[in-house]
């Protein structure tokens, strides 16, 4: 059965946010193409970075350069999370400006059955 997730995001800086949560115990956390959306309400353009963390350790898969003020992006890939350490964060370059650019991330979450 997958079970539909998701979050509110509001981007501080320089520091990775989490977007996806880690999967539970036996489950697998899978986000769909365009499942993540950014919007840059700040006043100038900031670069998205998108990694997988998996026990502390990020690994930078995508980066949305120069997203300009008032515009939006989304993560044109799939991920598939499947250790209970592994979450997916993101982060801009630098501080914003005036208004912390901002976000929504959805992911369903599957059972893994052990037989």
């Known amino acids: 059965?997958?079970?539909p997730q998701g979050k509110r995001l509001t981007f501080t800086g320089g520091t990775a946010i989490t977007?996806?949560?880690?999967p539970g115990a036996g489950q697998q956390a899978i986000v769909p193409k365009n499942g993540v959306s950014v919007y840059n309400a700040d006043s100038v353009a900031h670069d998205f970075t998108f990694q997988v963390n998996k026990g502390g350790t990020p690994s930078i898969f995508w980066k949305e350069a120069a997203v300009a003020a008032g515009t939006h992006a989304v993560l044109p890939k799939v991920v598939h999370l499947?250790?209970?350490d592994e979450t997916l964060e993101a982060k801009i370059e630098g501080?914003?400006?005036l208004t912390a650019p901002a976000g929504d991330s959805a992911w369903l979450v599957r059972g893994v059955e052990v037989t």
């Open 1 to 3: 059965m997958l079970l």
């Open 19 to 22: 977007v996806v949560d880690a």
């Open 82 to 84: 499947v250790a209970e």
């Open 95 to 97: 501080a914003h400006t």
